[in-house]
């Protein structure tokens, strides 16, 4: 197959197993942005983004299609964790509904390319075999790697990435665990990118004030509360430290409120709360060092948004960590290690009083090399392109 078949620009759609919406608009915003790349860069893009609900809960199948994204919404009906047969021939029949919709609407595309296996690769194989076109994926969640060997559901799933075009994951490790779990031919890496205005922003002036930030949704996995700890010792030493976390919910500040008045750094910790995606450019600019010590990061966008911004970085050592964060833009620490933590953000903050530290415009050049959008963009042209003509990546 080749392009040449359509006139007019690459026709890809993205199958993504989370999309925003008007109910949850934040809710992979990051692939919102992504599409939007690929449409600068000249592609046209459409999505078909279902909703798994339980069989039990979902009694019929009704799409939403919204003319001016190319985009077709719905929830459809599985047997929870896919344990008896019948559960992919129900996805099936759904996803050959939604397709029908999306030609009728909006013509066959050329390519179509999951994000994440449940439900986005068996949405992509299966229309994918209904038109006879190429199909791919890319995995961001580490849950990919933990269903159940037996169930019928991970047999579906891994005869569709077997049988895909090509396969992508967000950073090496990760994209070796995958290989291995299911059996595949080997995942390839495709950094995350971050948009345009991140770049754009000004790099932050230098102050008397050292700021450490975190931005995440401050769950159990991103390890905040040991942030603050370390916080704490360090500040004890060097008083013209802060920290600044953003994101959370109200009862999630709250409680980390408490924990940096316990520590007794309540005044030099400020939590922001949930702010709009376009606002997180300013408010990570603010600071001069990312911190994000997860117990599990398969990619890690926010290291690539901090580095764009000029932003040095410390990691944990996780899949996403490792990939992300080099010796020349920050540093790797044990995982659940603070003592590592501490000493880590000591260094940093030492060799920034010396004038030896990491050099945010070369950190931000790296970025720009690694995570811009026109990277991106391009090299996923170069993939949709080398299957629509019949290679396997």
Not at 23 to 30: A, D, H, M
């Amino acid at each position: 197959m080749s392009k040449s078949r359509n006139d007019g620009p690459l026709h890809v759609l993205w199958t993504p197993s989370w999309f925003p919406s008007r109910r949850q608009p934040l809710n992979g915003s990051f692939f919102l942005e992504q599409v939007t790349m690929l449409e600068e860069a000249g592609l046209s893009v459409g999505v078909i983004n279902l909703d798994p609900r339980s069989f039990w809960q979902l009694r019929s199948f009704q799409l939403e299609v919204d003319s001016n994204t190319r985009t077709i919404r719905g929830e459809i009906p599985t047997i929870p964790h896919g344990i008896v047969r019948g559960d992919g021939a129900i996805i099936a029949a759904c996803v050959k509904r939604a397709g029908a919709q999306y030609a009728h609407h909006f013509g066959i595309p050329d390519v179509i390319h999951a994000h994440s296996v449940f439900p986005g690769i068996l949405v992509a194989q299966t229309l994918a075999d209904m038109w006879n076109i190429p199909y791919g994926i890319t995995e961001h969640r580490p849950s990919s790697l933990t269903r159940n060997p037996l169930s019928f559901r991970y047999r579906d799933i891994s005869r569709a990435i077997t049988q895909a075009n090509f396969r992508l994951a967000v950073s090496h490790d990760f994209a070796d665990k995958l290989t291995r779990y299911y059996g595949s031919a080997p995942f390839k890496v495709m950094s995350l990118p971050v948009p345009q205005r991140f770049f754009d922003h000004p790099l932050k002036l230098r102050r008397d004030t050292f700021c450490f930030v975190h931005v995440s949704h401050l769950d159990r996995n991103k390890r905040v509360e040991e942030v603050i700890r370390a916080f704490a010792f360090v500040h004890g030493r060097y008083p013209h430290t802060q920290l600044r976390i953003i994101g959370g919910d109200t009862e999630r500040v709250a409680e980390l409120t408490r924990l940096a008045h316990s520590c007794g750094v309540r005044d030099n910790v400020v939590l922001t709360g949930a702010i709009p995606r376009d606002r997180i450019a300013h408010e990570m600019g603010e600071g001069d060092c990312l911190i994000l010590v997860s117990q599990w990061e398969a990619g890690g966008t926010v290291y690539a948004e901090a580095q764009s911004l000029g932003l040095s970085c410390i990691a944990s050592a996780t899949p996403g960590g490792r990939f992300m964060v080099t010796p020349d833009v920050g540093y790797v620490v044990p995982i659940d290690d603070v003592s590592a933590l501490v000493e880590a953000m000591k260094r940093i903050v030492v060799s920034d009083q010396s004038g030896t530290g990491f050099d945010p415009q070369a950190i931000r050049a790296k970025a720009w090399r690694r995570f811009s959008p026109q990277v991106f963009s391009a090299a996923h042209q170069d993939i949709y392109e080398r299957v629509i003509a019949g290679e396997c990546i």
